[in-house]
C-alpha cells in the first residue's frame, strides 16, 4: 500500500522560502511520476508541478511546472530516501492553500508528461499540508 505524507508548511511572509517534503512509502521508485498540488478556498485543486523519473542506466528527471509558479517553484525526488520536495521560493500570498503531493500509477513517457497536471492522473494523495503567506 502506497502512503504520502506531506510536511513543511507553515505561516510564512512574503518574499520567504519554505521546502515541502512528501515521504512515499510503498511507491515504486524504480520509476516515478508524482506532483504536487494546491486547493485554496473556494478554489478548485490545481497541479503545480510534477516529475518523471527513474529506469535504468543514465536517465534525469523530466519536471513540469503550472505557468503560475515558474521560476518560484522547484519540485524533486530523492529515490535514495523515498522523499519528493517542492521548493517554493518568493512567497506570495497567492501561494496561500493546502498543498498536496500525489503519485501516480500509470508512470511511462507518453502518457504522464501531458497529464501531470489533472488529478485524475493520480491514484494516491497525501492528506495535505498548509501554506499560509501573510504579513
Known amino acids: 500500500e502506497v502512503q504520502l505524507v506531506e510536511s513543511g508548511g507553515g505561516l510564512l511572509q512574503p518574499g520567504g522560502s519554505l521546502r515541502l517534503s512528501c515521504a512515499a512509502a510503498?511507491?515504486?521508485?524504480?520509476?516515478?511520476?508524482m506532483g504536487w498540488f494546491r486547493q485554496a478556498p473556494g478554489k478548485e485543486r490545481e497541479g503545480v508541478a510534477g516529475i518523471f523519473g527513474g529506469g535504468g542506466g543514465n536517465y534525469y528527471d523530466v519536471t513540469r511546472y503550472a505557468d503560475s509558479v515558474k521560476g518560484r517553484f522547484t519540485i524533486s525526488y530523492d529515490k535514495a530516501k523515498n522523499i519528493m520536495y517542492l521548493q517554493i521560493d518568493s512567497l506570495k500570498p497567492e501561494d496561500t492553500a493546502m498543498y498536496y503531493c500525489?503519485?501516480?500509477?500509470?508512470?511511462?513517457?507518453?502518457?504522464?508528461?501531458?497529464?501531470?497536471?489533472?488529478?485524475?492522473?493520480?491514484?494516491?494523495w497525501g492528506q495535505g499540508t498548509q501554506v499560509t503567506v501573510s504579513s
Open positions: 500525489a503519485a501516480a500509477v500509470r508512470c511511462d513517457t507518453l502518457s504522464y508528461p501531458p497529464n501531470w497536471n489533472f488529478a485524475s492522473t493520480y491514484a494516491y
Open positions: 510503498g511507491y515504486n521508485t524504480n520509476r516515478y511520476c
